[in-house]
T-cell receptor, first 113, second 113 residues
Framework: GAGVSQSPRYKVAKRGQDVALRCDPI?????LFWYQQALGQGPEFLTY????????KSGLPSDRFFAERPEGSVSTLKIQRTQQEDSAVYLC???????????FGPGTRLTVT | AQSVAQPEDQVNVAEGNPLTVKCTYS??????LFWYVQYPNRGLQFLLK??????LVKGSYGFEAEFNKSQTSFHLKKPSALVSDSALYFC???????????FGTGTRLQVFP
């Protein structure tokens, strides 16, 4: 079946621009996670949804980062006034339940110039 | 705080030889441990997980992992390496309070023909 999809795959933004990254989870998956992966590092947690409820946003680095999942399916990660340090790969993952394994999308590589 | 450590940045092995990628963990309760593999420009692929039960866990692509409670380790193994196994491998532990994954820094596996 279809896996987790993310769009766009690559995004170049000028410093100060707003960006929106989309995640389509596996159909029926309750939980959705966003991670940030800097070059040469392991992914780091940003935020987590169970259905439409955002249960944990402790990993969001600043109030410029905002995520939503209004209907409990597709999620959008928005970054306002992008900075160079926001350059990274943003990974989305979904899982059937909170305790089951997470399946990752291919990621969106964001480059802020 | 829960964490995992991957002591080796890179592991080199000849094709056909057994391979081991090391991971140690630190948790306050019962460990929920995972291995993921990442190929270039792709998201993370789930390999296997340990929740409870047998200490030897079998996963995808012929990989297995051995859970050792006394040594707090969860090493990834494969009896006979393939060149196509060359990739970046991440060990992760599930945070009991939030269900997010906490990743290690990754180990690059290079299998030489």
């Amino acid at each position: 079946g279809a896996g987790v999809s993310q769009s766009p795959r690559y995004k170049v933004a000028k410093r100060g621009q707003d960006v929106a990254l989309r995640c389509d989870p596996i159909s029926g998956h309750v939980s959705l996670f966003w991670y940030q992966q800097a070059l040469g590092q392991g992914p780091e947690f940003l935020t987590y949804f169970q259905n439409e409820a955002q249960l944990d946003k402790s990993g969001l680095p600043s109030d410029r980062f905002f995520a939503e999942r209004p209907e409990g399916s597709v999620s959008t990660l928005k970054i306002q006034r992008t900075q160079q340090e926001d350059s990274a790969v943003y990974l989305c993952a979904s899982s059937l339940w909170t305790s089951s394994e997470q399946y990752f999308g291919p990621g969106t590589r964001l480059t802020v110039t | 705080a829960q964490s995992v450590a991957q002591p080796e940045d890179q592991v080199n092995v000849a094709e056909g030889n057994p391979l081991t990628v090391k991971c140690t963990y630190s948790v306050s309760g019962n460990p929920y441990l995972f291995w993921y593999v990442q190929y270039p420009n792709r998201g993370l692929q789930f390999l296997l997980k340990y929740i409870t039960g047998d200490n030897l866990v079998k996963g995808s692509y012929g990989f297995e992992a051995e859970f050792n409670k006394s040594q707090t380790s969860f090493h990834l193994k494969k009896p006979s390496a393939l060149v196509s196994d060359s990739a970046l491998y991440f060990c992760a532990v599930r945070d009991e309070g939030t269900d997010k994954l906490i990743f290690g820094t990754g180990t690059r596996l290079q299998v030489f023909p």
